[in-house]
T-cell receptor, first 117, second 110 residues
Framework: DAGVIQSPRHEVTEMGQEVTLRCKPI?????LFWYRQTMMRGLELLIYFNNNVPIDDSGMPEDRFSAKMPNASFSTLKIQPSEPRDSAVYFC????FGLGANTGELFFGEGSRLTVL | KQEVTQIPAALSVPEGENLVLNCSFTDSAIYNLQWFRQDPGKGLTSLLL?????REQTSGRLNASLDKSSGRSTLYIAASQPGDSATYLCAPYNNNDMRFGAGTRLTVKP
């Protein structure tokens, strides 16, 4: 299994530009999570999906952030317009189990490092 | 909202020592708890997953324990090696929400 695949691995953009981060979860996994990691705030949960449906997006910082999961094998996190304070590493993770499951081991991708100038 | 605390924030030990990393959480109604390792510039690698019905899990030199009632978990690393140097994070899981501690940055000196 290839694991969780994220792209791009690194992105440098200018303030105001649109940024799209992509994630391919492990095949067969029901749940997908987007996290953001910064030195100041550590790992923060942004949004998670179960069976392609957004379950909780309360962690999404602002309306500038949006996430979609059009099918079981693909998800995007979009920032429009981007700001310097959005600079962080964005991680995607997937889990083989669904709502309320008493397991839920999480597998992470390598992350997308975003720098907004 | 679940709050997760990890102590110590950083730890430096000589090679060969046994060590304990601590994790505490505020909401004990968890389904499981996972320990991860993160190397600089890398993603998180799952080390151990403890189900809520279990009290501990072991993998090689690693042993993790869970005390749900007191909201605590420990990760024990035996005979530490320089390759164990990394940041270790714990993450209790409940209601489809996995919150992370800030981690313990471990340095094992040769």
């Amino acid at each position: 299994d290839a694991g969780v695949i994220q792209s791009p691995r690194h992105e440098v953009t200018e303030m105001g530009q649109e940024v799209t981060l992509r994630c391919k979860p492990i095949s067969g996994h029901n749940s997908l999570f987007w996290y953001r990691q910064t030195m100041m705030r550590g790992l923060e949960l942004l949004i998670y999906f179960n069976n392609n449906v957004p379950i909780d997006d309360s962690g999404m910082p602002e309306d500038r952030f949006s996430a979609k999961m059009p099918n079981a094998s693909f998800s995007t996190l979009k920032i429009q317009p981007s700001e310097p304070r959005d600079s962080a590493v964005y991680f995607c993770a997937s889990s083989p189990f669904g709502l309320g499951a008493n397991t839920g081991e999480l597998f992470f991708g390598e992350g997308s490092r975003l720098t907004v100038l | 909202k679940q709050e997760v605390t990890q102590i110590p924030a950083a730890l430096s030990v000589p090679e060969g020592e046994n060590l304990v990393l601590n994790c505490s959480f505020t909401d004990s109604a968890i389904y499981n708890l996972q320990w991860f390792r993160q190397d600089p510039g890398k993603g998180l690698t799952s080390l151990l997953l403890i189900q809520s019905s279990q009290r501990e899990q072991t993998s090689g030199r690693l042993n993790a324990s869970l005390d749900k009632s007191s909201g605590r978990s420990t990760l024990y690393i035996a005979a530490s090696q320089p390759g164990d140097s990394a940041t270790y994070l714990c993450a209790p899981y409940n209601n489809n929400d996995m919150r992370f501690g800030a981690g313990t940055r471990l340095t094992v000196k040769p």
